[in-house]
């Protein structure tokens, strides 16, 4: 699955970083990031790695929708 993050719509509340430590960090200002990459907006992950299951929770539960996946085919 391709994993993206919207930074422009992200309000810093937490639920990602708590649901997926592994995957999300924040910026000095709480705005999420991918914690083994900031600097990118995008990343795979396995469908069926844990944290790809850690990561949909992180989409379903992001209040703003700052988070997209996309199932690749």
């Given at each position: 699955?391709?994993?993206?993050?919207v930074p422009e719509k992200c309000i810093?509340?937490?639920?990602?970083?708590?649901?997926?430590?592994a995957i999300f960090d924040y910026t000095?200002?709480?705005?999420?990031?991918?914690?083994?990459?900031?600097?990118?907006?995008?990343?795979?992950?396995?469908?069926?790695?844990?944290?790809?299951n850690d990561a949909m929770a992180a989409?379903?539960?992001?209040?703003?929708?700052?988070?997209?996946?996309?199932?690749?085919?």
């Open positions: 699955m391709k994993l993206s993050i810093a509340c937490g639920l990602c970083q708590v649901l997926a430590p000095d200002n709480g705005i999420v990031l991918f914690k083994e990459n900031p600097n990118t907006l995008s990343l795979e992950l396995e469908d069926k790695n844990l944290t790809g989409y379903k539960e992001c209040p703003t929708r700052a988070i997209i996946i996309e199932k690749q085919k």
